[in-house]
């Protein structure tokens, strides 16, 4: 078919109009081969407009179109309509930026001009090698897998069921209400933890769109946003095969194991404890019924808090600690009343509006201050020895019944496993890894998969709920029964002429989104997860790997005229 | 150097960082020379190195590759493949003996549009200096 290009210049009221010679733009286009019609307008993208575009496309029978105006920011979507309402495949379009990097920016009329010009002989050049592309639908499945059921998998289940959606509730131990259930008050309210927790927990069972599957684990993830195929084995029982369209992860933490650092003493020297063994000591079901005791079944006159145990050798701040710290020593206060309480820190971090508060309400009830480095725990006479570096660097020891190792977070066990299974990807500290830290926070690597709570990192309970939250609100916006996903058009594709199977696109793709057929020894994009970044294309080296709407030719085209 | 001399750099702005922070210029009005050929691609990690080297045959007096900062790309590491192709790009230059300061990599996020008038004003000036490229008139096309 014969290549009939029109090319319409917006005027866009004066702004495009004062500062670039327009007539001199349509003289300049109107003679370059294939052009059918060149002409301009006062503003395109009004309704009138638009009409005027769409009746021009149909009389002139055009295959192309340029539109020299604004940003593609502002308006590209706008005529790509136009264009599909007058039947042009709207791919088949360029827009040539000339408001924003062009009248805007030049003062002298002339230059401005001049630089239009380029502008639009680019984009005529540019246009001539697009080629139609399709939007494409696949059906989408609406129910949701949520590994690990503590505060934040509970949360996002409830918000997901509550908008109808079946949600699969996969965890392994035999009880739901993860590392809050073993807390008996939470910072900085000091309110029951079961209180929030088991009405929540209630709820986890009595609604019909959740199934809860306990003691079982996720053992194989295939498939691609929409369409997940999971197999779930229950303990020593049977297999399960779930379909579902997105997953969210919140698999939560545990506590670090001191025992690696001798310095503390764990496990040697008596009546030292981690900070959860301490709150399973303090808890109503707990092993002494919530007394607290020695050893030999006095009560403590004398405790110290040890802050930081760990961070050191973790890299990372775990950010609850001091937090949980000061919560154990209003325990320690409420129960026993004139006991001695001391926290060892290095520096305290009290982030968000209720914890400074929380700090001084602490420190208030009678709980000392210590700031100190190096610290060591040893025997001591008549109960444990707490050496340490103060704060003018003098070597010190001081003597308490009981000492509580405030320690670091780490990733729960079995992440390493979990993420290889879902293929996505975890950071340097091990816990799973958002998309973006600002972009994507709960987002992953892999489309339709979320991550919440703890398994992010370490964090307090009313931060894995807003992610929690915004997992279930992402995939409530992303996934509706009945609707369709359109992927992005604009992906990649791999020529089967030309791959080499040198799997170079393979290693820099970040979304997983290409495979290799060992059959065929070549390449294969999933065109559901390409994100049409363009990374492959530009690494190929044997110029199979092609970026739709961006290919090759698409750009060089623009890029020689742009120069000529 | 000629005093009208203006030179032709192309740029390969990525649409979600520097392409908006070069419309963000111009919303702003801000003025910088007219050197500037932009040429939008979704991310910078879209820029073949032959790209880059074509435009320098076809004529471009410089080229600038630019994106979002480190860590901000939109395809979470495109920028960091970017990074290593313009280096191995600057040292082929090197090799050939061609002038790699006619090479610039810039990150300019899409709020910087101030900056990003000021590294175009600022490498226009460079290369007005530098005059134009003389590859241009010894290749042969
Ligand atoms: S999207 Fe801007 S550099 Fe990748």
């Known amino acids: 078919m014969e290549e009939k290009i029109g090319v319409y210049v917006c005027e866009c009221g004066p702004n495009i109009a004062e500062k670039v010679d327009i007539e001199r733009v349509l003289a300049a286009v109107s003679s370059i081969e294939g052009v059918a019609v060149a002409e301009r307008y006062k503003l395109l993208c009004s309704e009138e407009g638009k009409k005027f575009l769409k009746e021009n496309i149909e009389k002139h029978g055009l295959t192309h179109l340029v539109v020299a105006a604004c940003s593609p920011k502002q308006h590209e979507l706008t005529f790509m309509n136009v264009c599909e309402e007058a039947g042009l495949n709207p791919y088949l379009f360029q827009l040539a930026n000339i408001r924003e990097q062009c009248a805007w920016i030049i003062e002298d009329k002339d230059e401005a001009t001049e630089k239009a010009i380029r502008y639009v002989r680019a984009a005529i050049s540019r246009v001539r090698y697009h080629i139609p592309l399709e939007k494409k639908e696949i059906e989408a499945n609406p129910d949701v897998l949520v590994i690990g059921a503590g505060v934040a998998g509970i949360e996002a289940s409830l918000l997901l069921a509550s908008r109808a959606r079946k949600v699969y509730l996969v965890e392994r131990e035999s009880s739901i209400g993860g590392k809050v259930k073993g807390f008996a008050q939470l910072f900085p309210r000091m309110e029951s933890a079961s209180a929030l927790l088991e009405p929540k927990i209630k709820q986890v069972v009595e609604n019909k769109n959740i199934e809860l599957m306990t003691e079982s684990e996720v053992e194989q993830l295939l498939g691609f946003f929409g369409n997940f195929v999971v197999t779930v084995r229950k303990k020593g029982g049977e297999e399960r095969e779930l379909n579902v369209g997105a997953v969210v992860v919140a698999t939560g933490l545990q506590e670090f194991d001191v025992s690696g650092l001798p310095q503390y003493g764990y496990g040697k020297v008596d009546n030292v404890y981690t900070a959860g063994e301490f709150e399973r000591m303090n808890s109503p079901d707990g092993p002494t019924q919530g007394k607290v005791l020695l050893k030999d079944g006095r009560a403590p006159r004398s405790v110290a808090i040890i802050h930081c145990v760990g961070r050191q050798e973790k890299g990372y701040c775990s950010r609850v600690c001091c937090l949980y710290s000061l919560k154990l020593a209003q325990y320690l206060k409420s129960k026993i009343p004139e006991v001695q309480v001391c926290q060892f820190y290095s520096d305290l971090c009290l982030p968000g509006k209720p914890y400074q508060r929380f700090y001084e309400e602490t420190k208030g009830k009678g709980v000392d201050f210590i700031r100190a480095e190096k610290v060591e725990i040893s025997e001591g006479e008549g109960g444990v020895a707490v050496n340490y570096s103060s704060e003018s660097g003098r070597l010190e020891v001081r003597n308490f019944d009981m000492v509580i190792l405030a320690t670091a977070m780490e990733p729960a066990h079995g ?10 990807g975890r950071g340097v500290e091990g816990f799973f890894i958002e998309e973006h830290e600002k972009l994507g926070p709960v987002s992953t690597s892999l489309e339709g998969i979320y991550i919440a709570g703890c398994a992010q990192g370490p964090k307090g309970i009313s931060e894995s709920i807003v992610q929690a939250e915004a997992a279930a609100g992402k995939i409530l916006a992303s996934l509706v029964p009945g609707r369709k996903l359109e992927p992005e058009v604009k992906v990649s594709e791999i020529s089967e002429a030309f791959c080499i199977g040198c799997k170079t696109c393979i290693s820099v793709c970040a979304y997983n989104a290409i495979t290799f057929d060992e059959l065929r020894r070549i390449s294969v994009v999933n065109e559901v997860l390409c994100r049409g970044c363009g990374n492959c294309a530009a690494a190929c080296p044997s110029g199979a790997a092609r970026h739709r709407h961006f290919t090759f030719r698409q750009i060089y085209h623009e890029l020689m005229e742009t120069l000529r | ?133 003389p590859v241009k008139k010894e290749v042969f096309l």
């Open chain 2, 1 to 133: 150097m000629e005093e009208d001399f203006m030179p032709r750099i192309i740029g390969f702005l990525c649409k979600w960082c520097t392409y908006a922070g070069a419309d963000l210029a111009g919303v702003s009005r801000i003025q910088y020379p007219p050197s500037i050929l932009p040429i939008r691609v979704m991310c910078s990690s879209r820029v073949d190195p032959l790209f880059v080297i074509s435009s320098f045959l076809r004529g471009a007096d410089a080229v600038l590759v630019a994106g979002c900062h480190p860590g901000d790309c939109h395809y979470q590491r495109g920028n960091y493949y970017t990074r290593r192709r313009y280096a191995v790009l600057r040292k082929i230059f090197e090799e050939l003996g061609l002038e790699a300061d006619r090479l610039r990599l810039s990150w300019i996020s899409a709020s910087e549009g101030r900056r990003f008038a000021d590294v175009i004003t600022d490498y226009t000036e460079r290369i007005k200096k530098k005059g134009p490229n």
């Open chain 1, 415 to 424: 992440s390493a496993k979990l993420a290889e299974i879902l293929n996505i």
